[in-house]
């Protein structure tokens, strides 16, 4: 039994308490539901299309709205002492699993082999790729998601949407546990509320990262705690208000 599996005792609770340091600022997120309009969805590594997008690409594919996703790492560094090429070809045949339970056509899936870990020496290259989908929406981690690679995903993110005049959102994971609110600045935080089946999507999608799940040589990279936001009924996003205005970003809810 993976800790996924030991949080289903969850399954029908509306949410849990967050963080406490994001509480408020969770409570006061405005409702947001997405643009019909082609995406681009930038994956630093396997498991962060679950642990960040899966709700939103669940949402987008039940409406077949067309998503391209850039895999940008294969998460080879998870863990120090496990051998990184075993552990890539492992983490590629979760992702792809993963993708196919949020119902993304593998067609969809670029995938760039960037190093794990230092994702900051290739923004440019990073930034080039996702202008080369030409989709007029990019959602990828916040630049402030307190990981060196979702913070290189973020700032690539920016580049090109500077580039194609497009509008960016910034997912978040790391952040919940280690960033201050007080981060966003004059960003405003939304949240996309999730039905039923594009929650069930993404648990479902995020059991198939055994691998981050369970570790035979000591505690797995997703602990109970780290979980904690994969059981709300919520994916929340920042929003630059630099380049957006509110209208930018589609209806409230």
């Not at 409702?31 to 630093?44: E, G, K, M, N, S």
């Not at 590629?92 to 760039?112: I, M, T, Y």
């Not at 602990?223 to 409230?252: C, F, K, M, N």
């Amino acid at each position: 039994m993976t800790i996924l599996d030991q949080l289903g005792s969850a399954t029908h609770r509306t949410d849990q308490p967050s963080p406490a340091r994001w509480r408020t600022t969770r409570e006061q997120a405005r409702r947001w539901q997405p643009l019909d309009l082609p995406t681009t969805i930038v994956v630093p590594h396997p498991d962060d299309e679950a642990l960040l997008f899966g709700g939103l690409i669940a949402w987008l594919t039940l409406r077949s709205i067309p998503i391209d996703v850039i895999a940008v790492t294969d998460g080879e560094a998870a863990y120090e002492h496990v051998d990184g090429r075993s552990l890539a070809v492992t983490r590629r045949r979760e992702q792809r699993a993963s993708l196919d339970v949020l119902g993304l056509d593998p067609a969809r899936v670029r995938r760039l082999g960037l190093p794990d870990g230092h994702v900051d020496s290739h923004v440019d290259d990073l930034a080039e790729a996702i202008v080369a989908c030409a989709n007029p929406v990019i959602v990828a981690p916040w630049q402030h998601d307190h990981h060196c690679d979702h913070e290189a995903c973020g700032r690539a993110a920016r580049k090109a949407a500077a580039a194609l005049g497009g509008q960016v959102l910034g997912g978040m994971f790391w952040a919940w546990h280690h960033t201050d609110p007080a981060t966003l600045g004059g960003d405003e935080l939304v949240a996309l509320d999730l039905d039923e089946l594009g929650w069930r999507r993404r648990r479902r999608a995020l059991g198939q990262h055994r691998s981050q799940l369970e570790h035979v040589d000591g505690p797995p990279v997703l602990t109970e705690h780290l979980l904690e936001p994969a059981q709300w009924r919520r994916e929340y996003y920042v929003v630059d208000r630099s380049i957006h205005d509110a209208a930018d970003l589609g209806p409230a809810t």
